[in-house]
């Protein structure tokens, strides 16, 4: 290979410090998340050790910790270490109701990954509906002033992680509450997640409004019932700056709303492999979508070495938090328990170009304005839950109602006979 690889390292931080330093330096003394560690075999303990039971009624919860339902996977789902299907099968015999409800939910994920890899970077523009902005707005506001804010964004700094709750929470207070520019907030959040992912600003969108018109409002009702102990300790108990819901605000539409209606922004993934007969294949790519041991194209050539690039161009454009490094690093080292990997550090185009390699075909559009210039010697169909097709996404609902009823669920078949009924 024309340019200098390097070996993962067991010690992800220091490795991260000495060949990524440059994108340290602004966050000064950094660690790696405690709770969550990069890598396939992470990943399958923490889907071993989640029990679904009581999913339901406690996914919502916030404090205590002890009483959270959530599965804490999306680290490794986001970054291909487990597959949405390993998750689906997981709970596969356990009670219905919970069963589908995580499921849902797996759904909701495989709904806005379609959604990204057809409608790509429009997902940064407000789908329908324009929130309104203020001059001057403070986002999250200061900090030892509100102690559910506090603690929302001191796990999130900590951890890179959050549960869906607290997200809305996050989201709602800095857009509808405050009106400050939600593409900025959904940054902020991005930067810290170890599962931030451009696919999930749909997580923004549905939160402020802009998808359905339809707000979520953050106020102390929400504290009060999922996280109570926060408003007993808050400086602010006496005189909540949030004891009223916010104000309904008033949604434009979108100067450019996007199209999401059945047809459009048809898919643009390879359903079947792409093999240039004439090329063999030296190396595996494997991009940050996809670092897990079943990903398609490490399946197809279990003898060839995995070949990962830190992007330098798209990380001095992201900025991510190092923790995510880290991450990212660990799951090559644990990789490397298991096969060669090699690791480079560059442009991925530049470095990749004159070597034939095998690669799964990522569905974001990153992979493929590169994978143009990379001309890879094959790649291989994105592993999905729900085939991609050309459905409506104009709402979750619409998307799931096309479907395969392989992928059904109890909620979905409620819907169908109300439908039936009226
Ligand atoms: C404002 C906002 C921003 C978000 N940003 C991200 C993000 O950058 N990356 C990300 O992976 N998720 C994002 N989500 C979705 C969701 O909050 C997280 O996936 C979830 O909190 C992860 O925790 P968990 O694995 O314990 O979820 P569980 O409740 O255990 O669910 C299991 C899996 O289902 C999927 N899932 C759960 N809830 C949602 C949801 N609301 N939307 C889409 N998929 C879901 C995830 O893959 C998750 O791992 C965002 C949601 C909101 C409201």
């Known amino acids: 290979?024309?340019?200098?690889?390097?070996?993962?390292?067991?010690?992800?931080?220091?490795?991260?410090?000495?060949?990524?330093?440059?994108?340290?330096?602004?966050?000064?003394?950094?660690?790696?998340?405690?709770?969550?560690?990069?890598?396939?075999?992470?990943?399958?303990?923490?889907?071993?050790?989640?029990?679904?039971?009581?999913?339901?009624?406690?996914?919502?919860?916030?404090?205590?910790?002890?009483?959270?339902?959530?599965?804490?996977?999306?680290?490794?789902?986001?970054?291909?270490?487990?597959?949405?299907?390993?998750?689906?099968?997981?709970?596969?015999?356990?009670?219905?109701?919970?069963?589908?409800?995580?499921?849902?939910?797996?759904?909701?994920?495989?709904?806005?990954?379609?959604?990204?890899?057809?409608?790509?970077?429009?997902?940064?523009?407000?789908?329908?509906?324009?929130?309104?902005?203020?001059?001057?707005?403070?986002?999250?506001?200061?900090?030892?002033?509100?102690?559910?804010?506090?603690?929302?964004?001191?796990?999130?700094?900590?951890?890179?992680?959050?549960?869906?709750?607290?997200?809305?929470?996050?989201?709602?207070?800095?857009?509808?509450?405050?009106?400050?520019?939600?593409?900025?907030?959904?940054?902020?959040?991005?930067?810290?997640l170890l599962d931030g992912s451009y696919a999930n600003r749909a997580g923004w969108q549905w939160t402020i409004g802009s998808a359905t018109g339809r707000p979520y409002g953050f106020s102390r009702w929400q504290v009060t019932k999922r996280a109570p102990a926060l408003c007993n300790e808050c400086p602010s108990r006496h005189s909540c700056p949030i004891e009223q819901w916010p104000d309904e605000p008033q949604l434009d539409e979108a100067t450019h709303r996007v199209e999401l209606r059945k047809g459009q922004n048809p898919p643009h993934e390879p359903l079947l492999p792409i093999i240039d007969a004439s090329r063999s294949p030296e190396a595996v790519w494997i991009t940050a979508e996809s670092l897990g041991d079943s990903d398609p194209a490490l399946t197809a050539h279990p003898d060839l070495p995995a070949l990962f690039i830190f992007d330098t161009p798209l990380l001095r454009k992201l900025s991510l938090h190092p923790r995510r490094l880290a991450f990212l690093s660990?799951?090559?080292?644990?990789?490397?328990?298991?096969?060669?990997?090699?690791?480079?550090?560059?442009?991925?185009?530049?470095?990749?170009?004159?070597?034939?390699?095998?690669?799964?075909?990522?569905?974001?559009?990153?992979?493929?304005?590169?994978?143009?210039?990379?001309?890879?010697?094959?790649?291989?169909?994105?592993?999905?839950?729900a085939p991609i097709s050309d459905a409506p996404l104009s709402s979750f609902s619409a998307w799931r109602r096309a479907l395969p009823s392989s992928l059904a669920t109890a909620s979905l078949r409620r819907q169908q006979r109300q439908k039936r009924r009226r």
Not at 334 to 358: K, Y
Request: hydrophobic residues 40%; aromatic residues 10%; proline residues 6%.
């Open 1 to 192: 290979m024309s340019f200098s690889i390097l070996s993962p390292s067991s010690n992800a931080e220091d490795w991260v410090r000495t060949h990524l330093g440059e994108f340290c330096e602004p966050f000064g003394d950094w660690t790696a998340s405690e709770r969550f560690r990069g890598g396939r075999t992470a990943a399958l303990s923490a889907l071993e050790s989640f029990k679904v039971r009581g999913y339901a009624a406690t996914r919502n919860e916030v404090l205590p910790i002890s009483s959270r339902g959530a599965s804490q996977l999306s680290p490794y789902i986001r970054h291909g270490l487990l597959t949405l299907g390993e998750a689906w099968e997981h709970v596969s015999t356990a009670p219905d109701h919970d069963r589908d409800k995580f499921r849902d939910e797996l759904l909701w994920q495989e709904y806005t990954r379609h959604m990204y890899s057809r409608i790509g970077t429009h997902l940064a523009d407000s789908l329908r509906y324009q929130p309104p902005e203020r001059p001057n707005a403070q986002g999250w506001g200061e900090r030892n002033t509100m102690a559910c804010l506090d603690f929302a964004l001191a796990e999130l700094e900590t951890d890179g992680w959050v549960p869906n709750q607290m997200r809305m929470w996050l989201a709602s207070h800095w857009t509808v509450r405050e009106g400050a520019h939600w593409q900025a907030g959904e940054r902020e959040m991005y930067r810290q």
């Open 330 to 385: 660990e799951c090559l080292a644990d990789l490397a328990l298991r096969r060669e990997v090699h690791v480079g550090i560059g442009n991925p185009v530049e470095l990749l170009r004159s070597i034939n390699v095998a690669v799964t075909a990522a569905p974001v559009p990153g992979f493929r304005s590169r994978s143009v210039q990379i001309s890879p010697a094959a790649v291989y169909p994105w592993p999905w839950l």
